[in-house]
């Protein structure tokens, strides 16, 4: 029993932090454009923007 | 690759040419703050790492452009320009210049992109979150989990679940209250009733120290059913992206010359009646009008199937939607936009729309039986438990074991399921499909009606024949051509090719050719009468002459040909049992040689709109596959419709499928899809009931547990899926791709300049 006191917020926090940071991507933009995405790979730019 | 799906099909290049009215693109553009403005522009052929890069690099060029941001599953660039440091007309040119067609569109209403898709997006993680972490703490109370540690568990379950669902179930909600508050039902009802008693009964359970709660159950429902709202949605979102990236975004208007002899843009909604309008070639008629000075011919194709150009001169009357095709003109109007002939195409096809509408989905009538045999199912369970038992806390368990159970899971899954699988084999074949009801028409249906100018044929005159091999005389004719845009010009240098130029002083002659001087010779290319050679009636098409002072020295012979595959795809229609008939507003000998050439023995010409709604409202239901502005009602009237890409707008947007390929093919790749769609729903519907006739008994009979629950909804769910992911691969092979980007292949002229 006192091993889940430890182990239940833990798992929670995780999953929470995973929901979180999905919301946040989501709401970055992050999925405007997979296609993009997935070519601008692709593009040799050393400048950062 | 996903990436090179064609999205062709330009229009026409001769439209507005609303980029390079720097006024109008002000007026159009995004206030952003700080005084810059933001634009968008369709860019269809971008399709890898490069085009992003040439795109944005010779953007960035431009002083006035401050960021641009490419954006390739949209094939659209945004653009982000301070009006103070240069013109926004110069942004389009660049573009061009990089390499890429380019073309207005109009920018999206929400910066967020799609508010409604997001918020289904958003419900969805939630709801998975919540029915990963749930399931873990169900898992445990299933492997053995008890009294402290499984009231524990439910607690922690009950905490994540009671937000999860508040938040994630909304989008059923609404819908269900939608339904209810005008007296129906539809799949949302069961589902959210389902979901909120099986919450009810978990807490109560929970708080009485309960052996069983079904938070796990509620929550992976929503998780499942939101998978497949989002998916359908996603499905729409994209044809109905694609569909706009194929309208030019022009502000309707024309040039007005006041008396005083000043131009003035008026947009189209205040055109009236008596004003005088300027037309330059290339232009559309903006409202019926009468022409008052100059000459020109007029192309009708779009409007009413007629491939030859009618001259026009002072005193002729011309329709809205008609291209100017050479002289500049100036024309009176005559109606206001909304009593043109648009206009009423438009308020035909509201009239047309009512058959359509009453028409109900299969899911919506699935559910329109469903809904009360499980309400019904359930309140008898209860009552008979407990008055039969005695047992109040039992009855009230298993009559939420049966409502969720019931709970539509696999039924809400089975029909979207496979319209989002269908749509995407659609759209790899480069038809956009713009939803799943038409897919369900069209498996309906019993015959296909085709216009003629457009659809059947290529829509513009090509040349067929011709005599003389003269090299000297090609080149005068190429020449000549070239300074002309009258379609038989345009398909002399399409089919010439661009030749040297010859120094000349080229003149056209409204309704009759071009000549030139050239070194005290005089060249003529047009009509035989003009050329002064005896015109031969015995040829189908149009011909046209070039003469040298006089004398012959070859002739053009143009048809508007059918697409290459016109007759494959007729016998591959006919084969699948459907009857085909051919509706065209051209002339009957027009009509007669066509409907001979690719195999149709019903044809009728002459059809004005309204006729052509007749035609397809028959007896049966009727396909409509047309793409003119007369053919608008039709489509909108007909059991289901389909359009080219290179359609007028009028008639894409009325069409429920658009094919952007070259090819015929498309019509009955659409309709062999429908139907191996409506067998796979029809399996998945005896899956979803199969289901339910098993477990529906234990439920009633209390055998059920949340375990059994679980396993039962997902397993069911899982089949369903993977028996919709069979439309993928059937009939794979069979059809053809597109020949991607078709429209390409031929210089395009007005590109060159």
């Avoid at chain 2, 006041?258 to 003035?264: H, I, N, P, V």
């Amino acid at each position: 029993m006192s091993g889940l006191v430890v182990l239940i917020p833990i798992a929670i926090f995780l999953g929470v932090l995973a929901l979180v940071s999905f919301l946040w991507a989501l709401r970055n933009g992050q999925y405007e454009d997979l296609e993009g995405a997935s070519q601008r790979i692709l593009n040799d730019d050393d400048s950062p923007e | 690759m996903t990436c090179c799906v064609p999205v062709p099909g330009y229009p026409d290049d001769a439209e507005q040419r609303v980029e390079a009215d720097d006024k109008a693109l002000m007026n159009l553009a995004r206030k952003l703050g700080d005084g810059a403005r933001q634009l968008e522009f369709a860019v269809p052929d971008a399709h890898c790492a490069a085009c992003i890069r040439t795109i944005e690099t010779s953007l960035k060029k431009l002083p006035q452009v401050e960021t641009a941001r490419v954006n390739l599953s949209k094939r659209r660039v945004r653009v982000v320009f301070d009006p103070a440091r240069g013109a926004p007309s110069e942004i389009a040119p660049a573009i061009k210049a990089s390499g890429y067609h380019t073309y207005l569109v109009e920018t999206d209403a929400d910066a967020a992109g799609d508010p409604a898709l997001w918020e289904l997006v958003r419900a969805l993680a939630v709801a998975g979150f919540a029915a990963g972490n749930i399931m873990l703490f169900s898992v445990s109370i299933w492997s053995g989990a008890n009294d402290a540690t499984r009231d524990l568990f439910h607690w922690i379950s009950a905490f994540i679940a009671l937000p999860a669902i508040a938040y994630a179930g909304r989008p059923f909600f609404r819908s269900a209250w939608r339904a209810l508050r005008v007296g129906r039902t539809n799949m949302d009802v069961p589902i959210s009733i389902g979901v909120t008693l099986a919450t009810l009964l978990s807490i109560y359970e929970t708080a009485v120290s309960g052996e069983h709660a079904y938070f796990d159950a509620s929550t992976s429902l929503l998780f499942f059913l939101l998978i497949g709202r989002t998916l359908d949605h996603l499905m729409r979102e994209r044809a109905r992206n694609a569909i706009t990236n194929l309208a030019r975004l022009a502000p309707p208007g024309a040039t007005q010359i006041k008396a005083d002899g000043s131009r003035e843009f008026v947009a189209l909604n205040e055109v009236r009646p008596g004003m005088v309008l300027d037309l330059k070639p290339g232009e559309r008629v903006p409202v019926d009008a009468t022409v008052l000075n100059g000459s020109s011919a007029m192309d009708y194709s779009i409007v009413s199937g007629e491939t030859v150009p009618h001259d026009v001169a002072p005193g002729a009357e011309i329709m809205a939607g008609a291209m100017n095709l050479w002289g500049s003109l100036n024309i009176r109007a005559e109606r206001a936009s909304t009593d043109s002939f648009l206009a009423r195409m438009a308020d035909m096809m509201e009239a047309a729309e009512g058959a359509r509408t009453r028409q109900r989905r299969v899911a919506d009538r699935a559910a329109s039986v469903y809904a009360p045999v499980v309400h019904t199912l359930a309140a008898t369970t209860f009552l008979a438990w407990g008055l039969v038992t005695g047992d109040w806390h039992a009855a009230i368990t298993n009559a939420v074991a049966v409502l969720i159970i019931t709970c539509p899971c696999a039924l809400a899954l089975a029909v979207p399921i496979v319209h989002v699988v269908a749509a995407g084999k659609l759209f790899a074949h480069g038809i956009l499909m713009k939803d799943g009801a038409a897919l369900e028409r069209a498996a309906e249906i019993d015959r296909v009606a085709f216009d003629k100018t457009g659809t059947l044929t290529r829509g513009r005159p090509v040349l067929v024949a011709q005599s003389g091999t003269l090299s000297a005389a090609l080149d005068m004719a190429a020449a000549l051509a070239a300074a002309s845009t009258h379609p038989l010009s345009r398909a002399l240098v399409i089919a010439l090719g661009h030749r040297d130029t010859v120094a000349a002083e080229i003149v056209e002659r409204p309704g009759q050719g071009i000549e030139a001087q050239a070194n005290g010779v005089l060249w003529r290319l047009g009509s035989a009468g003009w050329c002064g050679v005896a015109d031969r009636h015995d040829v189908v098409g149009t011909q046209v002459w070039l003469t040298r002072d006089g004398e012959p020295l070859a002739w053009f012979r143009f048809a508007d040909i059918p697409r290459d595959d016109a007759n494959t795809a007729i016998a591959s229609l006919k084969k699948l049992g459907l009857r085909i008939s051919l509706i065209s507003g051209d002339r009957s000998d027009a009509v007669a040689a066509l409907a001979s050439e690719v195999g149709i023995a019903d044809y009728s010409a002459g059809l004005l709109p309204a006729d052509k709604v007749a035609a397809v409202g028959g007896l049966g239901n009727a396909m409509m596959v047309g793409d003119g502005i007369n053919d608008a009602p039709a489509l909108r009237a007909a059991h289901v419709s389909m359009a080219p890409a290179s359609a007028a707008d009028i008639g894409r947007s009325a069409a429920d499928f658009v094919f952007t390929g070259e090819q015929l093919a498309a019509v009955p790749f659409v309709i062999r899809t429908a139907r191996q769609a409506a067998s796979i729903v029809n399996q998945n519907l005896a899956i979803a009931i199969g289901y339910n006739a098993i477990a529906v008994p234990l439920a009633v009979s209390g055998m059920v547990t949340p375990l059994i629950a679980a396993i039962a909804m997902s397993s069911s769910s899982l089949i369903v899926v993977l028996n919709a992911l069979r439309l993928r691969w059937e009939g794979r092979t069979r059809v053809p791709k597109p020949r991607r980007s078709a429209p390409l292949a031929e210089p395009m002229p007005g590109i060159a300049e």
